[in-house]
């Protein structure tokens, strides 16, 4: 698939957009207006963005159209280091979000990015701050049932399952009144 991207950028008129300046999860500007054939330059800085294509309705999801990947690491916040060229080939609403989920997802805390948004960016922010974050889903573990019998041992938890073993020592005071034989 090729990607309206560019290496280098001719007399065609440009936008810059700042991504992630001063350890902030925010493209800035968050919104652009822009012609075809307009090159929007997104300046990465400080840690490890993206700039990942979605939709209106679903900002936190890639789309399966744009996506920079994560390969622009900039420690040292060094303008002009790590510079992606977007190349504008369509008037349409475009939505985009930042994909690094690393300690917490960049898109639900409000890292995301419209081009020719119609007004919408608001609305479109709206949908990234409210969207509900789920996690995968981890199967339960089955409560185990399990005694105590005299010689201290436990019985009852299949030895594939036991997260450690359980030794009771009884050291002459007696059995304790919550252990039942």
Known sequence: MTMPWNESNSTRPTSTVIVGAGGQLV?????????IGTVISFDFLSLNHTLTQSEFSNPCQANGEF????????????SGSFVVEYE???LEPQWFFCAQTLKKSHCHAGMVFSLNSGGAQKQFLHNALSAVVT??????C????????????VTGIPSSTRLATLNIVNIGFGTPEWITY
Do not use: E, L, Y
């Open 88 to 90: 504008v080939t369509a």
């Open 67 to 78: 996506d920079t990947g994560f390969r622009q690491f900039n420690p040292a916040n060094v």
């Open 135 to 140: 996690k995968p889903s981890v199967p339960a």
């Open 27 to 35: 493209f800035s500007p968050p919104t652009v207006n822009a012609s």
């Open 142 to 153: 089955p409560s185990p049932t399990f005694s105590v019998v005299p010689s201290g041992s």
